[in-house]
Each structure stands twice: as C-alpha cells, then as structure tokens.
C-alpha cells in the first residue's frame, strides 16, 4: 500500500504498537520488545517478550580475526485476522549465530574477507489449533567470501557557490559478495514460521544476519556484483 495506494497509506498507516527496552556498550546491544497486538482486524505476530542480544563486528583481541554474533529467545504467537479460517499457534523460538572473518588487503587495494558461520534455533512445542508440529532444532553452516577495492579521483578544478562544492573527489567501490549455505537439516516447509520474507523491490542481503527471515533460511549459493558511488566535497575546511 505503502508503494502503490499511498494516499490510502498515509490516511491509515496502522503503526505497530510496542515497548522495547535497549542497552548498548562498545561492541554489544541487548534489547526486549514486547509487541501484542491490539486489533483483531489484522494478522500479527506477538512477541510476548522477544530478547535479543548482538554483538556488532570486532576484533577478538590481538588477532586478525573478527567477530559477530545475534543471540535470541522469545515467546511467539501468531495470530490470523478475525476472519481467518486458520487457527493460532504459540512457541518458545530460541537462536543463536556466530561468525568469524579474516580481512585481509593484498597490495595495498585489493580487500579479501571470508566468512563462517553457524546458527542454532530450537523451536519448541507449537500450543494452539493452528500447528501440529513437535518441537525440533535446525543447523545452518553459513560461508562466504566479499572482494572489493577502492578507486578515486580528486578534481579541484570543480567548484559550485549554490551547491557549496569546493573541490571533488570521486570514489568507486566496486565489489563481489559470495554466499554459500547448505542445504540445513531442516528447510523453511518444516518449521513454524514467525520471521520470513516480505516481497520487496529491493535486494535482500545475503549475509547473516543482515537477512532476518530467520525462519526462512534455506540452502543458498548466490554471487552478486556491486558497485558505489560517492562525491565527497569540503566544506568549512573538512
């Protein structure tokens, strides 16, 4: 609606009702979000609470290894609009990822990092008439490898009073990002699904966890080819 009615949208935009609390510190950010829903009109999912604990990319200590991880537990509900035939179900869904990287950059402008990972989720007895499923566990083995390097070009010939432009420097980035998860133990048919992929014009990111339909992921073996732009300008001798 949002994309192609956003009149329609903007009259009615049905924002999300939620209490989250936050925590951060240099490398870690715990979270709780408590998300009911409170209008039986819609589909929703509650998370009654949702407690998530990530740690953004790192070096571990002196080594040239770096690390991240997204560690959650929650208590899950999903729950079909007031006209819905289906049935609601609940579960406890526990998960955790851990991913080591080793940058390394050859000749001064050639950056190589693969990746590892392994992600758990434990899923625990579905409640309600809406699912039948025992609970289960999956394993997901996820690797990859991005290639990328810089070029740039200083133009100080380039000047504009209205744009405040004083100078230019052109910067490319093009790059290749490589992705490969096997085929895990258990594939999105066989779990009760809460996070999963919404339609999209845009590209969905290949890595973990920058792609967060957590109960979507299936085996992958994707490559793709990107390439930024950017103009950077002094201003106010910056």
């Known amino acids: 609606r949002r994309d192609f009615y956003e009149g329609m949208y903007r009259s009615n935009v049905q924002p999300n009702t939620f209490l989250e609390l936050s925590q951060s510190w240099d490398d870690y950010h715990l979270s709780l979000l408590t998300q009911p829903r409170v ?3 819609y589909e929703h999912i509650d998370r009654l609470p949702d407690i998530q ?5 790192h070096r571990l200590g002196d080594s040239p290894v770096f690390y991240d991880t997204e560690t959650s537990l929650g208590y899950l509900r999903r729950r079909y609009d007031y006209a819905s035939t289906r049935g609601d179900y609940a579960l406890l869904r526990a998960d955790t990822l851990h991913q080591l990287y080793l940058p390394t950059t050859y000749d001064g402008w050639l950056n190589i990092t693969p990746r590892m990972g392994g992600r758990f989720t434990h899923y625990g007895q579905a409640n309600g008439p809406g699912s039948t499923k025992n609970s289960r566990e999956r394993y997901v ?3 990859g490898v991005e290639v990328s390097t810089k070029i740039s070009k200083f133009m100080p010939e380039a000047k504009s009073k209205l744009l405040d432009v004083n100078g230019l420097r052109h910067i490319i980035e093009p790059s290749i990002n490589y992705a490969f998860i ?3 133990n258990r594939v999105p048919t066989e779990l009760d699904a809460f996070d999963y992929e919404i339609t999209s014009p845009r590209l969905l990111p290949l890595e973990l966890p920058e792609y967060n339909a957590l109960d979507n992921i299936d085996a992958q073996n994707a490559l793709r080819l990107g390439i930024r732009n950017r103009l950077q300008t002094k201003r106010k001798n910056g």
């Open 182 to 184: 096997p085929r895990p």
């Open 39 to 41: 209008n039986a009109f």
């Open 141 to 143: 083995l996820s690797t």
């Open 53 to 57: 604990l990530s740690g953004t990319r």
